[in-house]
């Protein structure tokens, strides 16, 4: 079919169903609103054609070109789409549904407040892609490159990312929810605000990122190497892992509430106001840090070497002590017997 009778025909609200149109030749053709079920469109042109609101529903577009076409709120639902070309495109509130995407190209594509669920990206680019509020949920993003991309307040939602690159991307409140990052190389990039909360971050390298108010919540953290981190206000409530490092990083007033992190090192760190409160920390090396004011209270510090660590006003109420080094003690605060009966007491038996 030619473009001009394919847009007439779109324009007069025609409905296309099982129509083989591989191959065809529609650049800048006006298809807004069109609604294609069923359809081939394999290796087919449609760069720079105006294509808002469009549907395509269990339609074959492998090889397709959308390069620098409208795609504004487009649907596309159970497509076939490997090797389709969004280069440039606007795909300003896309909707991608159980789609399989596999060696596509976004480069430099407009992703804002666009959803994929349910989709198959294996080794696409997001290059210099702008992702603003973009959402994948329940998708694999396998060998993916997404460098010098931008991903603002955008969600990742229990998807795989294994061997996706972001290098020189920049990442801003993005929320990674049940991802797996594991052995993730995050060092270099600026993470303000992202959100890591129950992720598998086990192994991966943090070290020298600005992390100021991210969020790891329950998060795996075993082996994470956070040193020389920015992160003040972070919270890691919850999380569990052995043998973290934060050393010689900027934690002031941090949250670590009820995190088990038995053997880590927070040599030289600066936690001033931080909050291990019931946090388990066995073993774990806190030489040299600044704990001014930090909250141990229940905390498990047992065989930990707090030597060389500034301990003033540093709250040591129910802690577990128990071969724990201490060379600033005198200057702390130690279990207070009126607070501690307090919380002893039990109402009387009825």
Known sequence: MKADLLAIAVGLGENFHGQDLRKGAYA?????????????????????????????DQCR?????????????????????THAEFRGANLQGATFSECTLGHAQFMQAGLGMATFSRCVLDHASLAEALLDATTFN???????NADRSRWLQSN??????????????????????????????????????CQFTQADLSQARFAGCSIAQCNFQQATLDGVDFSGTQAMHAIFCDAQGSGANFTGAQLRQALFTRAALPHSRF????????????ASLPGSVFARADL???????????????????????VLHGAKLDGAAMTDRTRALETDPDLAQAERWQPAAA
Not at 28 to 56: H, I, K, Q, Y
Not at 267 to 278: K, T, Y
């Open 292 to 314: 001014t004011y930090v909250d141990f209270r229940h905390a498990d510090l047992q065989n930990a070497d707090l030597r060389g660590a500034t301990m003033f006003r540093a």
């Open 61 to 81: 577009l492998s090889g397709a070109m959308f390069g620098g076409a409208n795609l504004r709120r487009a649907v596309f639902h159970k497509c076939e789409m």
């Open 138 to 144: 329940q998708s694999r993003l396998l060998d993916v």
């Open 156 to 193: 990742l939602l229990t998807c795989d990312i294994r061997a996706l690159t972001w290098q020189e991307a920049t990442l801003d409140r993005v929320v990674f929810h049940k991802t797996g990052l594991q052995g993730r190389d995050f060092a270099g990039l600026a993470l303000d605000g």
């Open 267 to 278: 040599d030289d760190a600066q936690l001033h106001q931080c909050h291990f409160a019931e």
């Open 28 to 56: 800048r053709s006006s298809l807004g609103g069109g609604v294609f079920s069923s359809t081939r469109f394999d290796e087919t042109d449609f760069r720079e054609s105006d294509m808002r609101e469009v549907v395509f």
